[in-house]
């Protein structure tokens, strides 16, 4: 079964079709299907924000958040490694909304720590 964006896929089998594809993308790695868990777990991933700069004035504008798996077994895993399976089983959108309220907290906490200095007007 092919997830589009109108058909709606069961969690279960979308962790099971995640696993089992990540596991084959892994096939070069000496590891099991148990070894390589069912899929990410959502307190495995981490967010990685780099700086987007504004040349015209030299600061930085913003930031863009970069998933990335911390695998307790294989290390830390890029995301090409896992998104596009992913992608294909539907849990994308749990990772998505997980990445989402990461990003928000985060930056509040800056907001907090580093109020802005420039003088409105």
Excluded: C
Aim: avoid cysteine.
């Amino acid at each position: 079964m092919r997830a589009g964006s109108s058909a709606y896929v069961l969690k279960t089998r979308a962790i099971e079709e995640l696993r089992d594809a990540i596991v084959d993308v892994a096939a070069a790695r000496p590891v099991t299907n148990h070894q390589m868990g069912l899929s990410p777990k959502l307190d495995e991933l981490v967010l990685h924000y780099q700086p987007i700069f504004a040349l015209a004035d030299r600061r930085i504008a913003g930031f863009e958040a970069l998933v990335r798996w911390q695998h307790p077994k294989l290390g830390l895993l890029q995301p090409g490694e896992f998104l596009p399976l992913a992608e294909g089983t539907g849990f994308i959108i749990e990772i998505d909304r997980w990445a989402r309220d990461q990003a928000i907290h985060q930056l509040m906490a800056w907001q907090q720590r580093f109020p802005s200095t420039r003088a409105s007007g």
